[in-house]
Antibody, heavy 115, light 109 residues
């Protein structure tokens, strides 16, 4: 089955770190750019980050720049989001989405930042 | 970062036509912004309807179309169905970043 599955979410205190993963299957993962998008409870979508097929080109939203790092391991068909210095406002469902056409979305993983 | 603006809400009658728009604070939206349109229903992940202004995925119903209209990106729904009631988001690409609009809640009534 062609899918992406996010994992790694949970409850974390402000200032702490968390690493999200996105596992791709059923397609050639290394051929696609990948994206992270988040959605705070009851709010709209927010683009977070993009990474090119080889990982050399990365981009971030201003709201996470300097705190979040996107990476990928094509040998493991996996995408990662290292989130440091987490803030309450980072609380959201985090989705990974495949490709420049956003052709495949996962079901998301919930990150809750709270003391 | 730029601000992308959408109508907060719109209503369309069943079988009717409605156009959702997507505006950029930096000026006219062009094909260079590679406009995307996403549909999201309650409790579900988003799904992409339109990419690169007017390209459809295999699952995109024919009644949806994307275009540039009056300096904005536009999503037109012709022949609205009850199942089209959802939130719709546009996404524009800028140098080094992408920005979502705030979303439009479409009611079919």
């Amino acid at each position: 089955e062609v899918q992406v599955v996010e994992s790694g979410g949970g409850l974390v205190q402000p200032g702490r770190s968390l690493r999200l993963s996105c596992a791709g299957s059923g397609f050639t993962f290394s051929s696609y750019d990948m994206n992270w998008v988040r959605q705070a409870p009851g709010k709209g979508l927010e683009w977070v980050s993009h990474i090119s097929t080889g990982g050399s080109d990365v981009n971030y939203a201003d709201s996470v720049k300097g705190r979040f790092t996107v990476s990928r391991d094509n040998a493991k068909n996996s995408l990662y989001l290292q989130m440091n210095s987490l803030r309450v406002e980072d609380t959201a469902v985090y989705y990974c989405a495949r490709g420049s056409a956003y052709s495949l979305w996962g079901q998301g993983t919930l990150v809750t930042v709270s003391s | 970062q730029p601000v992308v603006t959408q109508e907060p809400s719109l209503t369309v009658s069943p079988g009717g036509t409605v156009t959702l728009t997507c505006d950029s604070s930096t000026g006219a939206v062009t094909s260079g912004h590679s406009p995307y349109w996403f549909q999201q229903k309650p409790g579900q992940a988003p799904r992409t309807l339109i990419y690169d202004t007017n390209n459809k995925h295999s699952w995109t119903p024919a009644r949806f179309s994307g275009s540039l209209l009056g300096g904005k990106a536009a999503l037109t729904l012709s022949g609205a169905q009850p199942e089209d009631e959802a939130d719709y988001y546009c996404l524009l690409s800028y140098t080094g970043a992408r920005v979502f609009g705030g979303g439009t809640t479409l009611t079919v009534l």
